[in-house]
């Protein structure tokens, strides 16, 4: 997957681990899917999702390794009998969403891959295009 258990320690810390190692490995592959997926639908319209996804190591953004962190271990929580921590998992599941409501709205550009536009260069999939000039010739 995109994230695994030293990125889980590293970027939330170790309370984290506890709710991962509560979790069954076929929740976890569940949340981080549903966290790739939620984050995506802020991000397809510009960015190249695929590509920021499938990037391994340090070639991956670290503040999309955190925000993808901080939605699957909100999801994992909510699924705990004891809901442990979930104030802690409500408030950085916020702030996740709140981030990318500001990528989606251009307010923040973080740096990641563009969507390659359909003539194949990069672009935000806008094009501008003005009329032609007019020539008022009396």
């Not at 319209?45 to 999309?64: E, H, K, M, Q, W």
């Amino acid at each position: 997957m995109f994230i695994d258990n030293e990125d889980y320690r590293i970027v939330i810390g170790e309370a984290a681990l506890k709710v991962v190692s509560q979790s069954s490995p076929e929740n976890i592959a569940n949340a981080e899917t549903e966290a790739i997926e939620e984050i995506s639908g802020y991000l397809r319209p510009v960015y190249d999702t695929d590509a920021v996804f499938s990037a391994a190591g340090d070639a991956r953004n670290r503040l999309i390794v955190m925000y993808t962190a901080d939605i699957v271990l909100y999801h994992l929580s909510a699924s705990q009998p004891q809901k442990m921590g979930s104030e802690i998992r409500k408030e950085r599941y916020e702030r996740a969403i709140k981030w990318l409501e500001g990528v989606q709205a251009g307010k923040i550009v973080p740096d990641l891959p563009l969507k390659a536009a359909e003539d194949g260069s990069a672009g935000f999939g806008t094009s501008f295009r003005s009329s032609p000039k007019l020539r008022h010739d009396w």
